[in-house]
């Protein structure tokens, strides 16, 4: 008779900012219970945003565009996005234990997580899990391994607040642009010949002569 692969549940219990952290992380807490014990259990997790699962004001449509386009479209475009893939190697428990998942956020406003994040001022971001992975476990006296079922997953309601605290700590009153070198040297050039004192004022005051 084959071995009986042991049942795994995973859900995701909160989220916090991962201390002590140089770069900006959200840390996130999995449950994770089985009915054997397990030996070990290498565990990969797709994090997507669900967009299609929350509402939305006029402000954060307009916010968005950029992602979905305008709102009459949004029947067509509004589609989940892909966050972030991460592997965590969990060790032998028995019953149930908890386990850290780490997620590096970047403010590159290139990166659509970072734009929908950015565009929501308030409420949750509907957040789905996605996992697959290697458990081993006993069978008898043989070691064995067995790949997580394809449909493993949970869902998590994350607060929107926690992402834009996060950007706050790391960024206060800032956010960062990537621009090619030949804008930034037009840019430099517009600053020095108008003797400007930061890149706040040279962006302000192109943006004052074109009526944005």
Request: with cysteine; net charge negative; aromatic share 10%.
């Given at each position: ?18 201390e002590p952290a140089v770069a ?189």
């Amino acid at each position: 008779m084959p071995p009986t692969t042991p049942a795994l549940r995973i859900g995701v219990r909160g989220v916090e900012a991962a201390e002590p952290a140089v770069a900006p992380a959200l840390r996130f807490q999995l449950d994770l219970e089985a009915d054997a014990p397990i030996r070990a259990l290498t565990l990969a997790t797709q994090i997507r945003i669900d967009a299609p699962a929350r509402g939305y004001d006029d402000g954060s449509r307009e916010r968005l565009a950029e992602l979905f386009g305008p709102h009459a479209t949004w029947s067509r475009n509004l589609a989940s996005l892909l966050w972030t893939q991460t592997v965590t190697h969990v060790p032998g428990f028995d019953g149930a234990t908890t386990t850290p998942v780490t997620v590096p956020c970047t403010y590159d406003f290139d990166v659509a997580a970072t734009k929908y994040l950015h565009g929501l001022a308030d409420g949750e971001v509907p957040l789905r899990f996605l996992f697959t992975g290697t458990l081993f476990y006993l069978d008898g006296e043989r070691l064995q391994a067995a790949h997580l079922p394809w449909d493993t997953e949970a869902g998590f309601a994350m607060p929107v607040k926690a992402w834009h605290d996060l950007m706050d700590r790391h960024f206060p009153r800032t956010a960062w642009i990537r621009l090619e070198r030949d804008t930034f040297d037009r840019l430099y050039a517009h600053r020095v010949r108008h003797t400007l004192p930061c890149w706040d004022d040279a962006v302000r005051s192109l943006l004052e002569t074109s009526g944005g």
